[in-house]
Structures are given as structure tokens and as C-alpha cells.
């Protein structure tokens, strides 16, 4: 019966400990998101940005005609503030399409493809290879953007749509396919540029946040360790600090699980509690 009073209790002091370690994580990466608000520079929000950023400079010359000069703050608030990624995407592709013009496909190729895009960089060996877009049918789907054609005239009869059609409208028609067809593989180059930089970037984000939330529990835990040092001086420092080192960096991973462990372990209590009793 003794046994089983204090396995509870130790059960119990458990389910305590890991539920006040999680709160102390939960409480490191509030701290962590809210320095968005303290620093200049945006906190750990801005981090992975620079991958986004190389992209967006690459699409600079269309940007900067939709969103004029200050285009790179506007879109750089959607990263910190949180914005969705597809929502951050469709949103410069957006943009890259208001900018474009007669005088910009050929600079917006040459940075995509040549320039410090994360991970399209092309080696000299590959300088000579075909482009994925066709300058010229980009500039005429701009112009067919910007100037779209009359709807043809209607036809009665097959001689009047005969001569509705001749050589030059089929001509024309598939200059347009093909005008269309580089504005869509143009979209999709885009796109797969600025996901691939969401990527990185997320990545670089979720490992620094939790890199400055650890350090922050560590520090919270230490902090802790050191009242209850000055509190209770029959435990050695060495012991308590060294507690209090092992809870801080545990804070962080067991913040999510840590209600979920709680729970567990009152239900273990609770059933060792009805066992011992009907013993």
C-alpha cells in the first residue's frame, strides 16, 4: 500500500514538473514571437527572408513598375506578419504580371535564370542552353495583355466565314497560342522560383525560432533555478542550476505534448488509485 501511495505521488510530482517545463516553452516562444514587435528589424520574423528576397530582386524590374520604388517593404510586411505562403505567392505573381511591359521579359529572364535566385544559378557549361520562355511571344502576350484584340466580325454563310479567315488570322491566332503559351511558362517559372525560396525560407525560420526559444528557456529556467537557490539553501546550487540547465532545454520540445503527457499520467494515477483501493 505504501508503495502505492508513493508511486502516485511521484506519478503526480511528475505530471507537474513536465506540465510547469511546458509552460515555461510555451512562455519562451511567445517571447520569441513578440521581439517582431521590439527589434527594428523585425525579430526572428525576418529570418529565412534573405532566400525570398533574392527572388524578388531577380523580379525587380517588373515589381518595381506595379508597386513603384518602395515594392520591397510592401512585400516584405507579408513575410513578417505571417501571410499564408500560396497567398504571398499569387500575390507577386500578380504583381510581376501588372509590371510587365515591352521594355522588361528579356531582364526578367536574364535574372531569374543567371542572377542570385536560390538554387538557379547556371553553371558556364549550361550558358548556351535553350530558355524555358521565348522573349519575343512574352512581349506580344504583354501587348495582347495591355491591347487586346477587337472580337472578330460575325460570319453568315461559309464564303463570308471563308474570307472571315483567311491566312493572316490563322497566323495571327497561333501567334497568339504562342504569346499565351510563354506567359503560362513564364508563370510557371515564377512560381517554382518563389516556392522554392518559401521552402528555404521556412525552413531557416522554424529552426532559428526554436534555436532563440531554447536559449530563452534556458534562460527562464536558470532564472527559476536561481530564486529557488536563494529561497532554499538546503539543496546545492550545483544541483538545482544543473535541474534547472536540463528542464530549459527540454521546455521548448515538450510545449506541445506537454498536456497531452499531464493527461496521461493523472490517468495512470487515477488508475493505480483504483487498484490500490480495491486491493
Not at 23 to 28: C, D, L, N, Y
Not at 35 to 41: A, D, F, N, T, V
Not at 53 to 80: I, N
Not at 157 to 162: D, F, K, Q, R, S
Amino acid at each position: 500500500m505504501a508503495d502505492a501511495t508513493v508511486a502516485t505521488q511521484l506519478i503526480e510530482h511528475a505530471g507537474a514538473v513536465i506540465l510547469a517545463t511546458g509552460a515555461v516553452g510555451t512562455a519562451a516562444s511567445a517571447l520569441v514571437d513578440a521581439s517582431r514587435g521590439i527589434l527594428p528589424s523585425g525579430g526572428v520574423s525576418a529570418c529565412g527572408y534573405k532566400h525570398i528576397k533574392a527572388v524578388y530582386e531577380a523580379l525587380e524590374p517588373a515589381l518595381s513598375v506595379a508597386l513603384g520604388r518602395s515594392w520591397e517593404p510592401v512585400l516584405r510586411g507579408y513575410w513578417l506578419n505571417g501571410t499564408p505562403h500560396e497567398q504571398q505567392i499569387n500575390t507577386v505573381i500578380a504583381m510581376v504580371r501588372l509590371g510587365l511591359n515591352d521594355d522588361n521579359p528579356q531582364a526578367l529572364l536574364d535574372r531569374l535564370l543567371d542572377t542570385g535566385a536560390p538554387g538557379v544559378k547556371l553553371a558556364s557549361s549550361e550558358a548556351s542552353a535553350p530558355v524555358p520562355v521565348e522573349v519575343a511571344s512574352l512581349k506580344d502576350a504583354v501587348r495582347l495583355i495591355k491591347n487586346p484584340p477587337a472580337p472578330p466580325l460575325e460570319a453568315d454563310g461559309p464564303v463570308a466565314l471563308e474570307a472571315a479567315e483567311p491566312e493572316v488570322t490563322r497566323a495571327e491566332a497561333l501567334r497568339t497560342q504562342q504569346a499565351f503559351d510563354a506567359l503560362g511558362r513564364f508563370d510557371a517559372l515564377v512560381r517554382a522560383r518563389l516556392e522554392a525560396a518559401f521552402e528555404l525560407a521556412a525552413h531557416d525560420y522554424r529552426a532559428k525560432a526554436r534555436l532563440s526559444a531554447a536559449v530563452v528557456s534556458l534562460g527562464l529556467a536558470l532564472a527559476c533555478g536561481a530564486a529557488f537557490a536563494y529561497a532554499d539553501d538546503t539543496v546545492p546550487e550545483g544541483v538545482v542550476f544543473a535541474g534547472a540547465a536540463i528542464l530549459g532545454l527540454l521546455a521548448v520540445p515538450l510545449a506541445p505534448i506537454a498536456k497531452d503527457l499531464t493527461s496521461a499520467l493523472r490517468a495512470a494515477s487515477d488508475a493505480l488509485k483504483t487498484v490500490t483501493s480495491k486491493g
